[in-house]
């Protein structure tokens, strides 16, 4: 995507603006991709993901039962997460929209998964140990070093994160060389999927986002 991208706008270089799951994507590119470093002029993560030492969301108690939920991802989904599909967005309507009487049911799934704000609502990939063994050659993925990533990097963390905590966040920052900041948003209940769906979103997090491309904006 990044070379088809730079090939397709002449350009040398480009922004890389992550969330969640796409920042692990990075670190690990970065690391078995190191000339990506110089494709990438400025990398902002959101929620960033590296260490899930001090993960606390309710997914915890999926990870048992992992390798089913896989293979049923395999067949429903296609390995996506949240993949689009109308019967979502049908479900979605009739359920969660503001004036269902199961919105707060809705409201608690999302408040459990991610973390609680009410105010704001409107290592590589395993394959389990056989498929690791034949993509990697070793029984469990492959580690990955943010110590890797020369890129410049800011991390923009939510306080009330639960699947990217913020003390997850401090020990991805103590590790990234060319850290440029690490900040919270300036919202003491921001969670994780706050960064898309948070009402503020525009003015405490993508406002910040800009100001960093404009800051990193000349040439390197």
């Known amino acids: 995507m990044i070379d088809y991208i730079l090939e397709t706008t002449g350009y040398d270089d480009l922004y890389y603006i992550g969330f969640s799951s796409s ?20 990398m902002v993560a959101l929620g960033p993901v590296a260490t899930m030492k001090y993960f606390r969301s ?18 429903f989904s296609h390995n996506e997460s949240f993949r ?16 269902s009487p199961t919105v707060p ?11 609680w704000d009410p105010k704001q ?12 063994l034949v993509r990697y050659g070793q029984r469990r993925p492959p580690e ?24 997850d966040a401090a020990l991805l920052a103590a590790r990234l060389p060319n850290l440029v900041r690490s900040e919270p948003v300036n919202w003491r209940l921001w969670q994780h999927l706050d960064f898309m769906w948070g009402i503020d979103a525009n003015r405490l997090v993508y406002s910040r ?8 904006g000349g040439a390197r």
């Not at 309710?58 to 067949?75: D, E, L, N, T």
């Not at 967005?89 to 969660?96: A, E, Q, S, T, W």
């Not at 609502?121 to 690791?132: A, F, I």
């Open 209 to 216: 986002v800009i100001h960093y491309m404009e800051q990193f």
């Open 84 to 99: 689009h599909k109308p019967l979502y967005g049908v479900l979605g309507k009739i359920f969660c929209s503001k004036h």
């Open 144 to 167: 990955y070093f943010p110590e890797k990533v020369t890129a410049p990097v800011v991390l923009i963390w939510g306080p009330n994160d639960k699947m990217a905590d913020k003390r």
């Open 105 to 115: 049911l809705c409201a608690l799934g999302m408040f459990m998964l991610a973390g």
């Open 121 to 132: 609502l409107d290592k590589r990939y395993d394959y389990g140990k056989k498929q690791n």
């Open 58 to 75: 309710i997914v915890r108690i999926f990870v048992p039962f992992r390798k089913a939920i896989q293979k049923m991802s395999a067949i």
């Open 23 to 42: 920042t692990i994507s990075f670190w690990a590119m970065m690391n078995y991709y190191p000339a990506y470093n110089d494709k990438v002029r400025f």
